[in-house]
């Protein structure tokens, strides 16, 4: 049974991103911070009572969950179905763009200097908006897999889906994003 | 000659990038305004409170409790053995049910026996009435006075 400490530690440890990821999903912060609130208490008032290692993969499920009832409160449909658009078109780009991306965005966040505080902040600005652009089952395996770093079959668990299609929207947001943010400039 | 590729195969890339855009986000992510961290401290405060709370809520189920009576003496509410109350609790929370509909029935046959009783009074003032002269042209009247009598 995990005691207060490990709770806290683990709230404290994953808060800020479960916020955000909520965020770019329901794109309020009021409506993040709430359903991140309710996801801990279910957390807090259901599984209280488990290992601390359950906590990672049991609150992001309830995450999920708790994102997913706040579409359905909000009768949002279209923000359900856009998960469909995962279906849609061919990745047409190889992976010399995502290396092509790679090498830019490398480029532009490796070294800081003074004069480019102001430039850094619009990329790291850009990146988030692209995220929160992706498709919400793309956004939602590419934050599990690499933000959360899960493994595939974590990630596939969380989800509610095979480890093929985690693989598959994880490869599709990548390209998409590199895509996108050489779209935006951020090319070498 | 074997030639081989100077580009890193396409997983490895796709983690490198991934990487580069986490980094991105976890530095958003750090930088996110004072009112929103506090209040996620203020949620994370609850849930630990909730949680303490539960757990303390889950032994007290199992154990019995002890109520003392009003005599000085004390009387022990024990549970069954498997968490149930026994019978004669599970009974006491039928009881107020049975008495409430034992009262339903009783305010039932009490209504319909004053209704019966004011409709015979009623019945028996028409009877012992003078007989209204107009009566005598009703042809039901007259043909009920023809009728045979039960």
């Known amino acids: ?188 | 000659m074997r030639i081989t590729s100077t580009y890193p195969d396409a997983a490895t890339l796709q983690a490198r990038l991934a990487a580069r855009l986490v980094g991105a986000l976890n530095e958003q992510a750090a930088a996110v305004p004072h009112d929103i961290s506090e209040r996620l401290r203020v949620a994370r405060e609850q849930a630990v409170a909730r949680a303490r709370e539960s757990r303390q809520r889950a032994p007290a189920g199992s154990t019995s409790a002890v109520l003392a009576g009003a005599s000085g003496g004390a009387a022990i509410l024990g549970l069954g053995s498997g968490g149930q109350p026994p019978w004669w609790q599970r009974m006491a929370s039928v009881l107020p049910l049975a008495v409430l509909l034992a009262g339903l029935l009783v305010i039932g046959q009490v209504t319909s026996r004053e209704q019966i009783m004011a409709a015979a009074e009623i019945d028996s003032v028409l009877l012992a009435d003078d007989l209204p002269p107009a009566a005598y042209t009703d042809p039901g009247f007259a043909e009920f006075l023809n009728s045979p009598s039960p």
């Not at chain 1, 906590?55 to 997913?68: D, E, G, K, V, Y």
């Open chain 1, 1 to 188: 049974m995990a005691t207060d400490k490990e709770l806290t530690d683990f709230l404290k440890s994953v808060e800020k991103r479960a916020f955000k990821r909520t965020a770019y999903a329901v794109r309020e912060d009021d409506s993040a911070l709430d359903i991140v609130q309710d996801a801990m208490i279910r957390l807090a008032d259901k599984y209280a009572d488990r290992p601390a290692a359950e906590f990672p993969m049991l609150f992001q499920r309830i995450l999920s969950n708790a994102t997913m009832d706040w579409f359905r409160r909000q009768k949002v449909r279209n923000a359900v179905l856009t998960n469909l658009s995962d279906f849609e078109g061919a990745d047409d780009d190889g992976d010399f763009d995502l290396l092509e991306t790679l090498t830019s965005i490398d480029g532009s966040l490796g070294t800081e200097s003074a004069s480019d505080t102001v430039s850094r902040d619009q990329i790291l600005r850009v990146i988030e908006a692209e995220v929160a652009a992706l498709p919400g089952r793309q956004r939602e395996a590419f934050l599990l897999r690499y933000w959360e770093e899960f493994d595939v079959a974590e990630t596939a668990a969380v989800m509610g889906c095979s480890e093929g299609s985690v693989k598959t929207h994880c490869s599709r947001a990548v390209h998409a994003l590199a895509k996108a943010l050489r779209t935006k400039g951020i090319t070498p």
